[in-house]
């Protein structure tokens, strides 16, 4: 057996390269904890986010690495943790927010709340720190598919000032105006009283400390939108929409709103909901009802990521009336959301990883 010592582990895994940021594991900071003892090494790798979908190559390039070194005589301990990177500069809004992700779409009626909801929960389940605020004023539906419509957030009083604490259900902390007026009454606002709400929501909610702060949007580009990005920076937009031609019309312009020259907000890429439509009875068989690949077709479009394609099956329905997520169950949905949740904690790192910190935009449109 022959002595090595922690500068041989670290040159054998500089060779390790991070397959989407293209640089290896040292130079990345992403080696920690070297500890070389009589016949074991131990080390631990920190990915960018414990929703990481390359993890298993990840762990397994590394272990090749180092037995390679290190010979057959050391028994290698290596453990895998995770520390989500941020797109943020010290803010005096959510400081305590690493990463906030705009979930828009163009049209109504494509599923956004519905993905939105199942993005959150699988994030949550992967270990990461998650919140969401459903900024559809005029219609929220967050509190129905977290199944907490009657639940109503906490007050404290912090310096002689009121702060919400948010709803916590599946590990996610939540606020909605769905908590905070009677589920059967409208609301009937202009505008600057929908974007005061939403301001409130950050200004006055107590968040704490989140890798991943998702923004449910209302359907097309308004208030709502421009006060999203006025108050606070964002990490980038994720597009839903279906495949159905008149989605993607719509869709296209909720895109090409965060790509205007003075919001600049990047795209972290396309979710197609509604992809096809799979019976129970039938897993294997899919039916394309409203269309085949529109969203990917989008996708190559603009020159931005396609995170994912979800089915339209029945089971989906089901949970958000009842308010169990479709990524607590064990079945085809479950498995796309896994999928689409890793896919956006991939993009969200290589966003981190060559872009600058994102700032609030400054800009009136009258």
């Given at each position: 057996?022959?002595?090595?010592?922690?500068?041989?582990?670290?040159?054998?895994l500089?060779?390790?390269?991070?397959?989407?940021?293209?640089?290896?594991?040292?130079?990345?900071?992403?080696?920690?904890?070297?500890?070389?003892?009589?016949?074991?090494?131990?080390?631990?790798?920190?990915?960018?986010?414990?929703?990481c979908p390359?993890?298993?190559?990840?762990?397994?390039?590394?272990?090749?690495?180092?037995?390679?070194?290190?010979?057959?005589?050391?028994?290698?301990?290596?453990?895998?943790?995770?520390?989500?990177?941020?797109?943020?500069?010290?803010?005096?809004?959510?400081?305590?927010?690493?990463?906030?992700?705009?979930?828009?779409s163009?049209?109504?009626?494509?599923?956004?709340?519905?993905?939105?909801?199942?993005?959150?929960?699988?994030?949550?389940?992967?270990?990461?720190r998650?919140?969401?605020?459903?900024?559809?004023?005029?219609?929220?539906?967050?509190?129905?598919?977290?199944?907490?419509?009657?639940?109503?957030?906490?007050?404290?009083?912090?310096?002689?000032?009121?702060?919400?604490?948010?709803?916590?259900?599946?590990?996610?902390?939540?606020?909605?105006?769905?908590?905070?007026?009677?589920?059967?009454?409208?609301?009937?606002?202009?505008?600057?009283?929908?974007?005061?709400?939403?301001?409130?929501?950050?200004?006055?909610?107590?968040?704490?400390?989140?890798?991943?702060?998702?923004?449910?949007?209302?359907?097309?580009?308004?208030?709502?939108?421009?006060?999203?990005?006025?108050?606070?920076?964002?990490?980038?937009?994720?597009?839903?929409?279906?495949?159905?031609?008149?989605a993607?019309?719509?869709?296209?312009?909720?895109?090409?709103?965060f790509?205007?020259?003075?919001?600049?907000?990047?795209?972290?890429?396309?979710?197609?909901?509604?992809s096809?439509?799979?019976?129970?009875?039938?897993?294997?068989?899919?039916y394309?009802?409203?269309?085949?690949?529109?969203?990917?077709?989008?996708?190559e479009?603009?020159?931005?990521?396609?995170?994912?394609?979800?089915?339209?099956?029945?089971?989906?329905?089901?949970?958000?009336?009842?308010?169990?997520?479709?990524?607590?169950?064990e079945?085809?949905?479950?498995?796309?959301?896994?999928?689409?949740?890793?896919?956006?904690?991939?993009?969200?790192?290589?966003?981190?990883?060559?872009?600058?910190?994102?700032?609030?935009?400054?800009?009136?449109?009258?």
């Amino acid at each position: 057996m022959r002595t090595i010592n922690e500068s041989d582990i670290l040159r054998a895994l500089s060779g390790v390269m991070e397959p989407d940021l293209k640089k290896d594991l040292v130079s990345l900071n992403m080696i920690r904890d070297i500890v070389i003892a009589e016949g074991s090494i131990s080390f631990t790798v920190m990915l960018t986010t414990p929703a990481c979908p390359l993890k298993e190559k990840i762990k397994k390039d590394c272990l090749d690495a180092v037995l390679k070194e290190a010979g057959e005589g050391y028994r290698i301990d290596l453990k895998m943790s995770a520390q989500v990177t941020s797109s943020r500069s010290s803010e005096p809004v959510l400081p305590g927010v690493k990463n906030i992700i705009a979930i828009a779409s163009g049209k109504g009626g494509v599923g956004k709340s519905t993905v939105t909801t199942n993005l959150a929960v699988a994030l949550a389940k992967s270990g990461a720190r998650v919140g969401l605020i459903d900024a559809d004023i005029y219609g929220p539906s967050i509190p129905t598919m977290f199944h907490c419509e009657h639940e109503q957030p906490e007050m404290k009083v912090i310096n002689g000032k009121n702060f919400i604490v948010p709803v916590e259900h599946y590990g996610v902390k939540l606020i909605s105006i769905g908590f905070l007026a009677p589920p059967d009454s409208a609301i009937v606002w202009r505008g600057p009283m929908a974007s005061s709400a939403l301001k409130q929501f950050f200004t006055d909610t107590l968040w704490g400390e989140l890798d991943y702060l998702l923004i449910d949007l209302p359907p097309g580009t308004s208030d709502i939108h421009l006060t999203l990005v006025q108050t606070v920076p964002v990490t980038g937009a994720v597009i839903v929409t279906t495949p159905q031609k008149v989605a993607l019309a719509d869709a296209s312009k909720g895109l090409a709103m965060f790509r205007q020259k003075q919001i600049n907000v990047p795209i972290l890429g396309i979710v197609e909901n509604m992809s096809w439509f799979t019976p129970l009875e039938l897993p294997d068989a899919r039916y394309h009802i409203f269309g085949i690949d529109g969203g990917k077709k989008l996708s190559e479009k603009f020159g931005v990521p396609l995170l994912g394609q979800i089915p339209l099956v029945q089971g989906i329905r089901e949970s958000g009336d009842s308010g169990l997520p479709a990524i607590l169950k064990e079945d085809i949905s479950a498995n796309a959301f896994n999928e689409l949740a890793e896919a956006l904690a991939q993009q969200v790192a290589i966003r981190n990883a060559n872009f600058d910190s994102t700032q609030p935009v400054e800009i009136t449109i009258s």
